[in-house]
């Protein structure tokens, strides 16, 4: 999917693009392992590797993986990074990203998959989805190039699939990305009351408009 005009660069977006393709870089050259530094809950608590909470969401499984989290990265968060600024960007992200890893690491604790490495940015990634729908609901994008849609439906839709998922076996974090939305939902809702965030996006989403 893509968006109409976005384009640019911010320094935070540019800095965690580099960050997570070195990352991955390294894990190619093997010097990088998902068992240290991927989120795996049995080493969290035998060995208190307490930092891959952090370090699980610069790590990636295949090309295919890393580029569509860094495409969406760049895509929704360019413009939320100018309207905030840099540094509450980059807290935001991170937040989100380990909230998304403690939802994982008690769930994945929960089910029995204590030696399960997760990795992958995609719980800050729905973080910032999440963000982008709260603050332009309005907005449209284009569906795989074809399909425009507002943001805010988008949005509702991608959590209803990642809910019906959960329950099921897969390898993909669907709790992640679910941790990530809620725990950026909240976060926002609270700091940004004032400007009705969160219930305006709801309040939005109910008036009679059509998606397209």
Do not use: C
Not at 55 to 77: D, E, K, P, Q, R
Not at 131 to 144: I, K, Q, S, T
């Amino acid at each position: 999917m893509y968006q109409t005009g976005f384009g640019g660069i911010s320094p935070a977006i540019k800095n965690l693009l580099l960050a997570n393709i070195a990352v991955y870089l390294l894990q190619g050259l093997e010097l990088v392992s998902s068992w240290v530094f991927g989120l795996v809950p049995i080493q969290i608590v035998d060995k208190f590797f307490f930092w891959q909470f952090f370090t699980y969401m610069f790590l990636h499984g295949s090309v295919g993986h890393i580029f569509f989290n860094m495409f969406a990265l760049w895509m929704f968060g360019v413009e939320l990074e100018r309207r905030w600024g840099t540094q509450e960007f980059l807290k935001y992200y991170l937040l989100t990203g380990v909230i998304a890893g403690i939802s994982i690491f008690i769930w994945n604790a929960l089910s029995g998959a204590w030696g399960v490495p997760t990795i992958g940015a995609s719980g800050a990634v729905f973080g910032i989805l999440i963000a982008y729908a709260l603050f332009f609901p309005e907005r449209y994008v284009y569906f795989w190039g074809v399909l425009p849609i507002k943001v805010k439906y988008l949005v509702i839709g991608y959590g209803a699939i990642e809910l019906m998922l959960l329950p099921g076996q897969s390898n993909i974090s669907h709790i992640g990305h679910l941790g990530g939305m809620v725990a950026g939902f909240f976060y926002l809702r609270n700091r940004y009351r004032r400007e009705g965030i969160g219930y305006r996006f709801f309040q939005d989403f109910f008036k009679k408009k059509g998606p397209f």
